[in-house]
C-alpha cells in the first residue's frame, strides 16, 4: 500500500482559500489515481476530485463548482486541494487517497486502496 499525510486543515472563513497537501511517503510506484474525499459531520464520505498520476486529467464532484483544483507535483510525490470561495458546507475531514492501475474515472470508495489518516477543515461564516 501507497503511506499518505495530508496537513494543512484548519479554521477559515466563508469566501478564503486554503490548500490542502498530501505527501506519499512509500509504495508511490503504485499510484495511478490520486484523489480526495470528504466526511462532513453526521454524513458518509464523499468524493471531491481526483487526477491521473501521469497525465493531467483531474474529474470533479459536481458540488466542487469551479471552486476547487488538484495540482500535483509528481517530483515530490505530493497531490495538493486547492480550495477557493470556502462554503460552510465544506466544513468537513478531508483525507487523501490513492488506486491502482485501471482507476481513472472511479468515484467510489472501494475503488480506492490507500488512504491517509485525514486533515480537519472547518468554514465559519
Known amino acids: 500500500q501507497v503511506q499518505l499525510v495530508e496537513s494543512g486543515g484548519g479554521l477559515v472563513q466563508t469566501g478564503e482559500s486554503l490548500r490542502l497537501s498530501c505527501a506519499a511517503t512509500?509504495?508511490?510506484?503504485?499510484?495511478?489515481?490520486w484523489a480526495w474525499f470528504r466526511q462532513a459531520p453526521a454524513k458518509e464520505r464523499e468524493f471531491v476530485a481526483a487526477?491521473?498520476?501521469?497525465?493531467?486529467?483531474?474529474y470533479y464532484a459536481d458540488f466542487v463548482a469551479g471552486r476547487f483544483t488538484i495540482p500535483r507535483d509528481n517530483a515530490k510525490d505530493t497531490l495538493f486541494l486547492q480550495m477557493n470561495n470556502r462554503i460552510t458546507e465544506d466544513t468537513a475531514v478531508y483525507y487523501c487517497?490513492?488506486?491502482?492501475?485501471?482507476?481513472?474515472?472511479?468515484?467510489?470508495?472501494?475503488?480506492?486502496?490507500?488512504w491517509g489518516q485525514g486533515t480537519r477543515v472547518t468554514v465559519s461564516s
Open positions: 487517497a490513492t488506486a491502482p492501475p485501471g482507476s481513472w474515472g472511479a468515484r467510489s470508495e472501494s475503488t480506492f486502496d490507500s
Open positions: 487526477v491521473n498520476r501521469n497525465a493531467d486529467r483531474p
Open positions: 512509500a509504495g508511490t510506484y503504485r499510484i495511478t489515481t
